[in-house]
C-alpha cells in the first residue's frame, strides 16, 4: 500500500512514543531548490490559535548549526516523516551525518518523493506536511530550570523553535 491523504483528525498515535521512541526526519526543499533532511526526536504536536478551535500544529527543535534548518529557512513548508521500526538505523544515520558532506539521503537508502514544494519519503508510514507559521531562538532568560541550559546548551547553541500548521497529512495503515 502507498501513503493515503487522511484528516488529520483521524489520526490516532501516541506523540510521546511517536516522536521520542521511534523518531522522525525533518526534511524541506524540493528536487529544483536543493532539500536535505535530519533525525529529531523532540517535537509536539497539539492545537494552538486559529478561530475558536486549535489550529492542529506541530513543534519542532533545531540546533543553529544544522544543515537543514537552511532550508526550513528559507522554505514555507517542510515535512516530518515517521517510519516503520525497520528503518531506525537510516534515521540513526541520517542524525550523525550531515548533508553538507555529501548525499547521505542515497547512503541511508531512502526514496524522496518530491511535492511541489516539499519533500518527504516513500518508505515513511506517516507524513505531516506543515506550513510555517512561527520561529524563534530559546532564550536563555527563559529556563526556570537552569539545569536543562547547563546540560544541553555549555556552547549555548540553544535550539530554535519552529510552530508549523499541519496542511497535510499522509498514512499508509499497512505499514508497521
Ligand atoms: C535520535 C536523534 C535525535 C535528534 N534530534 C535532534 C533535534 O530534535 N534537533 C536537532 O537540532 N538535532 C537533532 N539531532 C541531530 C541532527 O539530526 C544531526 O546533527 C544531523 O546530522 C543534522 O544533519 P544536517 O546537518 O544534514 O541538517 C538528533 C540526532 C539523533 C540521532
Keep these: 500500500m502507498a501513503l493515503k491523504k487522511i484528516d488529520i483528525k483521524e489520526l490516532t498515535v501516541n506523540p510521546m512514543t511517536l516522536i521520542s521512541d521511534e523518531w522522525l526526519l525533518i526534511t524541506a526543499g524540493n528536487q529544483e531548490r536543493g532539500y536535505n533532511t535530519m533525525t529529531a526526536c523532540w517535537g509536539h504536536m497539539g492545537a494552538i490559535w486559529g478561530q475558536g478551535k486549535g489550529l492542529p500544529t506541530t513543534v ?3 540546533r543553529p548549526q544544522r544543515y537543514t534548518k537552511e532550508f526550513i529557512d528559507w522554505e514555507q513548508l517542510y515535512t516530518l516523516s515517521f517510519f516503520p521500526k525497520k ?3 537510516a534515521l540513526a544515520y541520517l542524525g550523525t551525518h550531515s548533508g553538507r558532506d555529501g548525499d547521505k539521503i542515497s547512503e541511508a537508502g531512502l526514496t524522496p518523493v518530491f511535492g511541489t514544494d516539499s519533500t518527504w ?3 515513511a508510514k506517516l507524513v505531516l506536511v506543515c ?3 512561527y520561529h524563534a531562538p530559546l532564550l536563555e532568560e527563559g529556563f526556570t530550570d537552569r539545569q536543562i541550559v547547563e546540560r544541553n ?3 549555548r547553541d540553544f535550539h530554535e523553535m519552529y510552530i508549523g500548521e499541519i496542511v497535510a497529512a499522509y498514512f499508509d495503515s499497512d505499514k508497521e
Design 153 to 155: 546548551y555549555p556552547e
Design 60 to 62: 519542532i527543535y533545531i
Design 131 to 133: 506550513r510555517k507559521l
Design 121 to 123: 519519503f516513500e518508505e
Design 87 to 89: 528503518y531506525k538505523k
